[in-house]
């Protein structure tokens, strides 16, 4: 039979963003695939060399909607680097936490539109009611639903108050007894696990030859976690460790992000019984010194990075993102090829697409 | 209508003559006031049936697609107002823009906006999709959507709430009673 090309995207169910896989097909088998990404390009690092530093910081949060909250904090982690401030001990906590407060709404996002494509919109409609609850808190903590716009440099806007710890620790108990539920959705449901196992092996290395990190790279079981490996805030006062799974194909990907939803509730509790008194802000200079500051984090996607060049001026230099989907979008052709048309959409939805962040 | 050719019909090809033939039955219609009549008469049930059951185009395009999905969920439940998302264009008949529109979308959301059907409308939701918003002085952001389409409601918003985005579709609502289209939709 004759081989084809289809182009899935720019306006496909599949995408989950805005971009386009090309997959050449003999049949119903895809022989080769490109992804072809830029459609939301926007010039996010020339833009920002024309904006004071504290206004990147909303910029920065538009740069992912799904996980906005732990851009922002890594941009004021590079100023910080930059301008040698140091943060308050209460801020770095506080940090944390609304860091893993991020990862699970990112997480729940996720489950939400993965659900669909495998042809269950109960899941969608249960992960999106418990992200419903994760909004309120940040609501309550920031004032806004997506874009917080709440780090500061050189700390957090406004220290938390106690209802908001009470709600917080409520919201968590109610959401541990929540994820039972999916996983009686998905993980006992043979139709869910038929699809998922199996597919799609991602050896380890391969994965580090692409430069695959955070969980997708975790499901090929290697042990890799930038809160581990280069700890920044206050992780390594906290009892958590990174959750990897041997397998390498679609499931070990979807335990590995599951397993971290219930890791984060642990690190939540135990940073709130951790968490000191204090000041949470301190004032940042107006103008950077000349020099570089760069900070490194564990994105819900993986490892994203921002490097400043500051020229003594009130505007960084330079700014560059290194944003973790862009390179594990490289590893889509090794995923997708020799795999059949149907499957793609679960093997893309599992590597959690957000395109802001990748075509900046 | 030129009645003049009438006399000529037989030795028309068949393409002029089924022009022709169109031209004259609507001319007839709109001379006579059949046309208004049955307009008048069921415009109505048209646009009843058009504002309670408005399907968007299922196109995340940034930030505002994730409260559009948020709006489609448990606690906001657009579907309440009649807001079913489907997947292809052909099957819609609301083009819901959220998100910035770059160079490289444009021809394509031109084009998906082409491929739905008649009647439809376009909700530009957000400030991207409004008026460039934070990215105004971007080298590769379309400044609005209504550069390129006709737009019939605007939802501020960086990123719109979904109760805000409810609220346009129940304005859209509003805006198609009002238009009263009929049976004839192109006058």
Known sequence: ?360 | MDLSLFPNAIAMTIDEFKAWSHEVVDELGRSSGIKRLVDKATAPIWSWAQRNSLHPLHFGIACCALEMAAASAPRFDAERVGVVYRSSPRQTDVLLVNGWVTKKLRPALRRLYEEIPDPKWVVAMGECAISGGPWYDSYNVVQGVDTFIPVDIYIPGCPSRPEAMIDGFLKLQEKIKVEQQGTFLDD
């Open chain 1, 1 to 360: 039979m004759a081989k084809m090309w289809i182009n899935m995207g720019p306006q496909h169910p599949m995408t989950h963003g805005l971009w386009n896989l090309r997959i050449e097909v003999d049949g119903e088998t895809v022989t080769n695939s490109e992804p072809v990404i830029g459609y939301l390009h926007r010039g996010w690092e020339k833009m920002v060399e024309d904006r004071t530093y504290p206004q990147i910081i909303p910029m920065a949060d538009r740069l992912c909607y799904g996980s906005s909250y732990t851009w922002s904090h890594v941009y004021c982690l590079a100023v910080e680097d930059l301008m040698e401030l140091e943060v308050p001990e209460r801020a770095k906590y506080i940090r944390v936490i609304a860091d893993e407060l991020q990862r699970i709404a990112s997480h729940l996002m996720w489950l939400a539109a993965i659900g669909p494509d495998l042809g269950n919109l109960t899941i969608f409609l249960y992960a999106m009611r418990e992200r419903e609850l994760f909004m309120d808190l940040f609501q309550s903590l920031c004032g806004a639903r997506m874009t917080y716009n709440y780090t500061r440099i050189g700390g957090v806007r406004n220290d938390t108050t106690p209802e908001w710890e009470r709600d917080l620790v409520r919201t968590l108990d109610f959401f541990e007894k929540r994820m039972v539920e999916y996983e009686d959705l998905v993980d006992r449901n043979v139709v869910f696990r038929m699809r998922m196992e199996g597919l799609a092996p991602l050896s380890a290395a391969d994965a580090i030859n692409l430069g695959v990190t955070g969980p997708s790279l975790r499901g090929s079981g290697v042990d890799f976690d930038v809160r581990q490996d280069d700890p920044y805030e206050v992780y390594e006062n906290l009892d958590w460790h990174p959750c990897v799974q041997p397998d390498c194909d679609v499931y070990a990907r979807y335990r590995v992000r599951m397993d971290e939803m219930r890791m984060s509730v642990q690190i939540i509790r135990d940073a709130l019984k951790k968490m000191p008194k204090g000041p949470v802000r301190v004032k940042p200079p107006r103008y950077a010194p000349e020099g570089t500051g760069m900070a490194r984090m564990e994105d819900p996607r993986g490892e994203s990075l921002m490097y400043v060049i500051g020229d003594g001026t009130e505007k960084p230099f330079r700014l560059k993102v290194r944003s973790p989907f862009f390179v594990t979008l490289s590893a889509a052709p090794v995923m997708v090829n020799g795999c059949k048309v149907a499957d793609v959409p679960s093997i893309m939805g599992m590597i959690d697409v957000c395109m802001g962040e990748t075509d900046r």
